[in-house]
């Protein structure tokens, strides 16, 4: 009784806003302030990410959402912040309250100097996207993490800048089978255009990894790349460098890195990408260096003026080097987005993930199917 009645005043809130058309924003001492509430229905064919005996359920999710910004002469700020609540239909332990927020900081102190800052946490019970998940540690269970990224670009002449930057990324698990790990990188680069529509960059960052309890591992990276600009609109990064690694086991290792990617706006109602990387790293599950392969691709298309549908496909490769596990992820989603009204909108996606890990319990396969609704107040 007391989930249907949650429910309830969840989906009450639709009834009336999708026959009302509203104002986008609300204004107030310079801040523009967007609410926003949704309601989705789902079915979830395994809930608790295991590769034998999965659990299936249909779920509601609930959401409500804020969206503030911020711009003036030469700063600008935005927040992003928003509440789900998953509720299962049989499965009432697995219900879930997820935490998202995310902040983003620009400041021109001059024509010559730029600052920047973001910072993303979350709180949730699943992966907050295919990469994440990649290499991750399978199972339901809550992930706190944060992610600070600061940086400042000095502009040094009209073809040359100099850029610096900092960044944290804390992970904390709730099952006890991971350590909690911390990643900070102190970097710096140069960045020289030879003309509008080619720039040259290199960079050095040195990453520090540590795991509590646990041991830790450094990285000394170094890379060069190219940015060339085909269009206005299209534009290839191209980038290649070693990895100095003192890896968890004590032992060194000097790897190489190949990144590369493709961007291009089709058309104002086009947008699509695709991008390559292969390097040997860390990551925050598991106390071992990660030689792995990933691609990944991008595609969103305005059908009409109503219509919006998104694809995303992903596939990892990689190989844990002392402990000699193998991973192989695989994710893709579809989805459909229908624009009722100005500031409302009906979606239904579909994703489908699959874990293959030479270790049993990494293994699984999940598809979701999500039918919901938006509004933006």
């Not at 290792?253 to 390559?276: G, R």
Request: proline content about 2%; glycine content about 6%; some cysteine.
């Amino acid at each position: 009784m007391k989930k249907n009645w949650r429910i309830f005043c969840g989906i009450l809130p639709f009834i009336f806003l999708m026959s009302t058309r509203g104002y986008a924003a609300y204004m107030y001492d310079g801040l523009e302030i967007t609410p926003s509430a949704s309601i989705q229905e789902g079915y979830d064919d395994n809930i608790t990410y295991v590769k034998n005996n999965p659990i299936s359920d249909a779920f509601t999710k609930l959401l409500a959402g804020i969206a503030v910004k911020q711009e003036r002469k030469l700063e600008s700020l935005s927040l992003d912040a928003r509440i789900e609540e998953e509720l299962f239909a049989q499965h009432s332990s697995f219900d879930t309250t997820s935490e998202y927020m995310n902040l983003l900081y620009k400041q021109d102190f001059s024509k010559y100097d730029q600052l920047k800052v973001s910072d993303a946490f979350s709180h949730a019970a699943n992966p907050t996207s295919f990469e994440n998940a990649f290499g991750s540690t399978s199972g339901r269970y809550f992930t706190y993490q944060n992610t600070l990224d600061m940086g400042y670009r000095h502009d040094l002449t009209e073809q040359l800048a100099v850029n610096f930057r900092y960044a944290n990324d804390l992970l904390d698990f709730t099952s006890k089978s991971v350590s909690n790990s911390s990643l900070n990188t102190v970097g710096t680069g140069l960045e020289y255009a030879f003309d509008s529509a080619t720039i040259l960059k290199t960079d050095y960052d040195y990453n520090y990894r540590d795991f509590y309890p646990g041991l830790s591992a450094t990285e000394n990276e170094v890379s060069a790349g190219l940015r060339r600009y085909f269009t206005p609109q299209l534009y290839v990064d191209l980038r290649s460098g070693a990895d100095f690694i003192n890896s968890f086991n004590g032992q060194n290792y000097i790897q190489p890195l190949y990144k590369a990617s493709l961007t291009d706006d089709l058309d104002e109602n086009t947008q699509t990408s695709i991008s390559f990387e292969k390097q040997y790293t860390t990551t925050g599950y598991t106390q071992d260096l990660f030689n792995t392969w990933r691609v990944s691709a991008n595609y969103i298309r305005n059908l009409n003026s109503r219509i919006t549908a998104t694809v995303n496909i992903f596939y990892g490769n990689g190989d844990y080097i002392s402990t000699d596990i193998q991973e192989k992820y695989t994710g893709a989603s579809i989805g459909v987005s229908y624009e009722l009204t100005k500031n409302a909108k009906l979606t239904l996606s579909y994703t489908f993930s699959k874990d293959d890990s030479t270790l049993p319990t990494n293994s699984y396969t999940k598809n979701v199917v999500y039918l919901g609704a938006i509004y933006e107040f």
